[in-house]
């Protein structure tokens, strides 16, 4: 995940250098860079864990992730009641109809 970020911060100073100066940039490579990184995001975990100990609860109604020792009563964003422990690590995560 830490590889991805810095290189996914060294193309947007890329980017914003070229529109900055008007020098030019190569599509393709930019492309081929953006799927490097989306490849290693993909293959990292999901979740990462929380510093200090603590742990990641996630609402069951909205989603919001709040960190602690264990849930909150309430959800911050929605008032929901219902979390669930969310630090299990999933190298990938499928999201809508598939």
Same mark, same amino acid.
């Given at each position: 995940?830490?590889?991805?970020? +810095?290189? %996914?911060?060294? %193309? ?7 529109? #900055? ?11 081929? +860079?953006?799927?490097? @990184?989306?490849? %290693? ?6 979740? @990462?864990?929380?510093? *200090? ?6 609402? +069951? ?26 630090? @299990? +690590? #999933?190298?990938?995560?499928?999201? *809508?109809? *598939?």
């Amino acid at each position: 995940m830490k590889e991805a970020l +810095e290189r %996914l911060d060294a %193309l947007m100073n890329k980017l914003v250098e070229a529109d #900055q100066t008007g020098a030019g940039i190569e599509p393709l490579r930019v492309a081929g +860079e953006l799927g490097a @990184i989306r490849h %290693l995001l993909a293959e990292s975990p999901t979740v @990462i864990p929380a510093k *200090g100990g603590r742990k990641h609860f996630r609402c +069951e109604s909205c989603g919001t992730v709040v960190h602690g020792d264990a849930p909150p009563a309430r959800c911050p964003t929605c008032g929901a009641r219902k979390f669930f422990a969310a630090d @299990i +690590e #999933q190298p990938f995560v499928e999201s *809508g109809a *598939g």
